[in-house]
Each structure stands twice: as structure tokens, then as C-alpha cells.
């Protein structure tokens, strides 16, 4: 089993930027994948970045140019550092993983996060 557990979400003005975290652990060498994906009222979880073991990182259109996705593999950790932020990226933003690269991209990973909320308004 893998626990995921997200941090940094709040409270930011538009334009403003966070850094969100994910923390894991567990039997972490089940992870290969780590992504992020976020929900905001009344639409479909999507998916927002990937970054595998190796630092291959993948950008849905949604908010690729204004988020980077990092991982520090020897503190177990995934950050997502969100810049030029706007009011529709208002939503809870979700960390999961999984060993399968397609899993995670599919939106189908073994292990979620609880979510963290981010709300962008003046």
C-alpha cells in the first residue's frame, strides 16, 4: 500500500502562484508514476501533470506554460508549482500514483491522495 498526502492548497489571489506538495509513503517502490489531477465543481476529475521515476514529465493543455511538476525521489516527495493562476483552476487538486505510466495517464492509478483545495479569487 502507498499513502499519498497533499499540501499547500488555499486561498490565492488571480495571478498569484502556489506550490503544492505530495507526500509518499509506504511501499513506494510500487510507485513508477506520480501525477496531479483536479476537480472543480460540477466537472470531471482531469488530469493536470505527470512526472515518472526518471523525470519524464507530461502537461494536459489545461494548464501547461503555467505549472511545472517536480519530484525529489529521496524525500518521497511530488511538488506542482502552479503560476498565473485563474479563476477557473479553482478546484481540489489530487495526487496519485501508480507503477503503470498508462494507469496514471488514463486517469486509473492505484493510489490516490485525499485533495487539497485551491481557489483562486480576489
Known amino acids: 500500500q502507498v499513502q499519498l498526502v497533499e499540501s499547500g492548497g488555499g486561498l490565492v489571489q488571480p495571478g498569484g502562484s502556489l506550490r503544492l506538495s505530495c507526500a509518499a509513503s509506504g511501499s513506494i517502490f510500487s510507485i513508477n508514476t506520480m501525477g496531479w489531477f483536479r476537480q472543480a465543481p460540477g466537472k470531471q476529475r482531469e488530469l493536470v501533470a505527470t512526472?515518472?521515476?526518471?523525470?519524464?514529465?507530461n502537461y494536459a493543455d489545461s494548464m501547461k506554460g503555467r505549472v511545472t511538476v517536480s519530484r525529489d525521489n529521496a524525500k518521497k516527495t511530488m511538488y506542482l508549482q502552479m503560476n498565473s493562476l485563474k479563476s477557473e483552476d479553482t478546484a481540489v487538486y489530487y495526487c496519485?500514483?501508480?507503477?503503470?505510466?498508462?494507469?496514471?495517464?488514463?486517469?486509473?492509478?492505484?493510489?490516490w491522495g485525499q485533495g487539497t483545495q485551491v481557489t483562486v479569487s480576489s
Open positions: 496519485a500514483a501508480d507503477v503503470s505510466q498508462q494507469r496514471v495517464l488514463r486517469g486509473t492509478p492505484a493510489y
Open positions: 512526472i515518472t521515476s526518471g523525470g519524464s514529465t
